[in-house]
């Protein structure tokens, strides 16, 4: 009996891990996902005056709720513009975030068209997203040849760290190739209330629900590093001139990672940031002004020095959101739900699994022969008891 526990349960290990990579369902939760408000799409109405009045509502109520925490704020300007060292300044110099309103914040995103997709564009983004199963929590990660080991290793920490503590999610994985802002939009109409995108650096801890919940609590959560460079810096004017944003302007804010993304299911975050985030993806004068061989490094010490493509972008888009409250929405230090360990490999997790599938396959197939074993013995035994108590009766 013992034996066949041990085998069904290789059995169901087999099964289980032969899931691994493109889905893996779970159950015991450790993450109580609330209902949030509903978003079955985006909307492609008229945005009327009580769509943006109702969002910068939403947005400043949003802001107002986030209290205190430990966050890695840094919104002094620098007078010494020409410089990525962080700003040891506190005279206040000009700071526009402050004088924008929630609501002429929210009616740029909304309304000036070269932030806005197209319904073309928007439809065929949607298209992606069909064969994605609607789940509460949808996890997603894009493969790329030169990161294949760095992935196995994110894979082993999903697998160890996050999967046994949710449920009801889906891990999907990109074939990069197309944009990874598009199809950010094609997931997160399909996630139910929470949706995670993470690059293959990114190594969760056991305490990734407290930024899960932090995430559905206040629509989104990403993270800054402590000592971030600049924005500007880090990014090219066109990309800036795209987006209608002042290079000193964006001086005082630090990036956040754009390879880390927790969103809710939340129209605000839908409408007023990804949906210009996916738009500006498609647009070479937005993501891509130049060359990018010629911008990848990030060297010397002046601004524009290099470009950081869709993180470049995403910073803009958050700054130009949520303001000089932009940090809100990065997790708080004292929470540390993950390291991101660019170059951490594995390049036998998956030959490994393998091993698992094969060991459990080989278990699988003995289970079956044990049990038609048994079951032949049984009615061979049935069959002899029969027919000798049959014999005995009749004599
Ligand atoms: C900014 O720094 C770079 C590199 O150190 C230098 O070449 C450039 O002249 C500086 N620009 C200004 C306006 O100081
Ligand atoms: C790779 O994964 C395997 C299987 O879990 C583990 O035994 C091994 O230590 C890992 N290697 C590295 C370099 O982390």
């Not at 990161?147 to 999903?158: D, G, I, P």
């Not at 056991?206 to 629509?219: D, E, I, M, N, V």
């Amino acid at each position: 009996m013992v034996l066949c526990a041990v085998l069904v349960l290789g059995f169901v290990a087999f099964l289980y891990q032969s899931r691994l990579i493109v889905s893996c369902p779970q159950e015991p939760a450790e993450v109580q996902i609330e209902e949030s408000e509903k978003f079955t799409g985006v909307e492609r109405a008229v945005i009327g005056d009580d769509k943006i009045n109702y969002f910068a509502n939403k947005l400043k109520e949003r802001l107002e709720s986030i209290g205190e925490g430990d966050w890695p704020k840094r919104n002094y300007i620098c007078e010494e513009i020409n410089s990525t060292a962080p700003c040891k300044s506190r005279k206040p110099c000009n700071r526009p975030w402050e004088s924008r309103t929630p609501e002429e914040r929210v009616r740029e995103l909304l309304t000036t068209p070269r932030f806005q997709l197209s319904d073309k564009q928007l439809e065929t983004i949607l298209k992606l997203s069909e064969s994605i199963p609607e789940k509460d929590l949808i996890i997603a990660s894009a493969i790329s040849g030169n990161h294949f080991y760095e992935m196995q290793a994110m894979f082993k920490n999903l697998h160890e760290t996050v999967y046994p503590r949710v449920k009801n999610f889906h891990t999907v994985l990109f074939d990069l190739g197309l944009s990874k802002k598009q199809l950010e939009i094609s997931v997160i109409v399909k996630a139910r209330k929470l949706f995670v995108y993470q690059d293959s650096s990114i190594r969760w801890s056991t305490q990734f629900p407290k930024a899960f919940a932090r995430a559905l609590r206040y629509g989104q959560q990403t993270i800054a590093l402590v000592y971030g460079d600049n924005v500007p810096s880090n990014s090219l004017k066109q990309t800036l001139d795209y987006l209608n944003e002042d290079v000193c302007n964006m001086r005082q804010f630090e990036e956040m990672q754009a390879g880390i993304q927790m969103n809710r299911h939340d129209s605000l975050v839908i409408e007023a940031l990804m949906n210009p985030w996916a738009r500006c993806a498609l647009e070479e004068a937005c993501i891509c002004p130049i060359k990018p061989s010629a911008v990848i490094k990030c060297t010397g010490k002046h601004l524009h020095r290099c470009h950081r493509f869709d993180q470049s972008a995403f910073n803009t888009l958050m700054a130009k959101l949520y303001g000089a409250e932009r940090y809100k929405m990065s997790v708080p230090r004292n929470v540390h739900p993950l390291k991101i360990q660019r170059g951490d490999k594995n390049s036998t997790y998956f030959k490994e699994q393998q091993v698992v599938v094969a060991a459990a396959a080989a278990a699988a197939v003995v289970v079956v022969v044990v049990v038609v074993v048994v079951v032949v013995v049984v009615v061979v035994v049935i069959v002899v008891v029969v027919v000798v108590v049959i014999v005995v009766v009749l004599l």
